[in-house]
């Protein structure tokens, strides 16, 4: 059986990393690398409901499966068997996680002054260098602006930095972003990798109330972008900030590369249980993120 593990970045804006793995006629995703929603996408489903997928049901290694229910579908043993081998793939490769990144095509909304990358808004499997980006603009909102407060600013100050600091005709770049970490545009021109953010947003400002909002932020983003590949210095920096937010730090840690600060992290899962079994504590459930079989 033809198995697939990849990573893509959830965007825009950045808000975590989604597994995924695909078999022909199959795919499972997981946005924590522990709970996978499971789909059934053949040819053959297709032409008989119409439909671009059906939804198999969820599978975790401790709960094992639960299936959803399907009504009216004319493939049933097809949806069935597709499934089981989707499971059976996920047995096996499921504590591989975090799969390896395959969003190499990243498109950039540029800084309107030096024309360097300014914050990313795209990213994909495929390259969409000729594509053109229709009035380009970074949000700091959804799932990756709730909740952020900072003295400096809230998430509209942030977003209006952004956009000034984008220019009056603000524009994008596709990249291929190269293994060393360079991008190449669709001119064949190679960008330095430095010149890319590795937060994704530019972190080094000039002024310094800008330059506390954005590091705020940054912060704020800490589960989320230690799922990145990042140097040893960023990294411990980041996983001293994910510590303040220990539910969405418990929630997605099977997802980080690397941890440095094994202590820590234990401390902030305790932490994230206590909270989670005060009764005056909301759980915040997690957002749904439909899949994208590109």
Same mark, same amino acid.
């Given at each position: 059986?033809?198995? +697939?593990?990849?990573?893509?970045?959830?965007?825009?804006?950045?808000?975590?990393?989604?597994?995924?793995?695909?078999? *022909?006629?199959?795919?499972?995703?997981?946005?924590?690398?522990?709970?996978?929603?499971?789909?059934?996408?053949?040819?053959?489903?297709?032409?008989? /409901?119409?439909?671009?997928?059906?939804?198999?049901?969820?599978? +975790?290694?401790?709960?094992?499966?639960?299936? !959803?229910?399907?009504?009216?579908?004319?493939?049933?043993?097809?949806?069935?068997?597709?499934?089981?081998?989707?499971?059976?793939?996920?047995?096996?490769?499921?504590?591989?996680?975090?799969?390896?990144?395959?969003?190499?095509?990243?498109?950039?909304?540029?800084?309107?002054?030096?024309?360097?990358?300014?914050?990313?808004?795209?990213?994909?499997?495929?390259?969409?260098?000729?594509?053109?980006?229709?009035?380009?603009?970074?949000?700091?909102?959804?799932?990756?602006?709730?909740?952020?407060?900072?003295?400096?600013?809230?998430?509209?100050?942030?977003?209006?930095?952004?956009?000034?600091?984008?220019?009056?005709?603000?524009?994008?770049?596709?990249?291929?972003?190269?293994?060393?970490?360079?991008?190449?545009?669709?001119?064949?021109?190679?960008? *330095?990798?430095?010149?890319?953010?590795?937060?994704?947003?530019?972190?080094?400002?000039?002024?310094?109330?800008?330059?506390?909002?954005? !590091?705020?932020?940054?912060?704020?983003?800490?589960?989320?972008?230690?799922?990145?590949?990042?140097?040893?210095?960023?990294?411990?920096?980041?996983?001293?900030?994910?510590?303040?937010?220990?539910?969405? /730090?418990?929630?997605?840690?099977?997802?980080?590369?690397?941890?440095?600060? +094994?202590?820590?992290? /234990?401390?902030?899962?305790?932490?994230?249980?206590?909270?989670?079994?005060?009764?005056?504590?909301?759980?915040?459930?997690?957002?749904?993120?439909?899949?994208?079989?590109?």
């Amino acid at each position: 059986m033809d198995i +697939n593990c990849y990573s893509r970045r959830l965007l825009s804006p950045f808000h975590g990393v989604q597994q995924v793995l695909s078999i *022909p006629g199959g795919i499972a995703e997981s946005l924590d690398g522990h709970d996978w929603k499971l789909y059934v996408a053949d040819e053959r489903i297709i032409s008989h /409901t119409g439909l671009s997928e059906v939804r198999y049901g969820d599978w +975790n290694p401790q709960n094992g499966r639960q299936r !959803s229910r399907i009504r009216g579908a004319s493939s049933f043993e097809l949806i069935e068997t597709v499934g089981e081998q989707l499971i059976q793939a996920l047995e096996c490769h499921a504590q591989d996680v975090p799969f390896p990144a395959a969003d190499r095509f990243e498109c950039w909304l540029l800084d309107g002054e030096n024309r360097q990358p300014l914050a990313l808004l795209n990213s994909t499997l495929r390259d969409h260098s000729l594509s053109e980006v229709d009035t380009p603009a970074w949000h700091p909102g959804g799932a990756s602006g709730r909740g952020f407060h900072s003295e400096a600013g809230e998430t509209s100050d942030l977003a209006a930095l952004i956009r000034q600091t984008a220019g009056k005709a603000p524009s994008a770049c596709w990249f291929k972003r190269e293994k060393s970490g360079c991008g190449i545009d669709a001119d064949g021109m190679c960008i *330095p990798a430095e010149t890319f953010p590795p937060l994704l947003l530019q972190s080094a400002w000039s002024i310094p109330e800008h330059q506390r909002m954005v !590091s705020d932020y940054l912060d704020w983003q800490a589960p989320w972008l230690l799922q990145l590949e990042l140097d040893k210095a960023l990294r411990k920096k980041l996983e001293k900030a994910a510590w303040k937010r220990p539910q969405e /730090t418990s929630r997605v840690y099977r997802l980080f590369p690397v941890v440095f600060d +094994n202590k820590g992290l /234990t401390v902030t899962r305790v932490k994230a249980r206590i909270l989670q079994e005060t009764p005056s504590t909301k759980r915040i459930s997690e957002p749904f993120y439909p899949f994208v079989n590109e």
